[in-house]
């Protein structure tokens, strides 16, 4: 069973950062897609960034372009999505998809196996 954990999320201010990791367990391939998505209260899950499974292609949501980056250590199995200039339109439980796909806009369904989301809050 592939099982994928968040952390990172928190509460912060305007203009503040966070990092957030998703570690995968043994059973997704390395060369799996690996994805961000959100959810605001009360909206659906939206598409955040997504990394293919060598690192070396990302594609990002506009809103988000220049200050987010997602990246990937394979070696520790670990996808990162390292947040700058947060503002509060990006508050949200964010969630960490991995699947055998890369698409430069996906949709969630093109992931099988998601996280359990972790928080973030961002105030004005």
């Known amino acids: 069973q592939v099982q994928l954990v968040e952390s990172g999320g928190g509460s912060v201010q305007a203009g503040g950062s966070l990092r957030l990791s998703c570690v995968v367990s043994?059973?997704?391939?390395?060369?799996?897609?690996m994805a961000w998505f959100r959810q605001a209260p009360g909206k659906e899950r939206t598409f955040v960034a997504v990394?293919?499974?060598?690192?070396?292609?990302?594609s990002y949501t506009w809103s988000v372009k220049g200050r987010f980056t997602i990246s990937r250590d394979v070696a520790r199995n670990t996808t990162y999505l390292q947040m700058n200039n947060l503002q509060p339109e990006d508050t949200g439980i964010y969630y960490c998809?991995?699947?055998?796909?890369?698409?430069?806009?996906?949709?969630?369904?093109?992931?099988?196996?998601w996280g359990q989301g972790t928080q973030v809050t961002v105030s004005s």
């Open positions: 990394i293919n499974g060598n690192g070396r292609m990302t």
């Open positions: 043994a059973g997704t391939s390395s060369t799996y897609g």
């Open positions: 998809a991995a699947g055998n796909t890369y698409a430069t806009l996906p949709s969630p369904s093109r992931f099988d196996s």
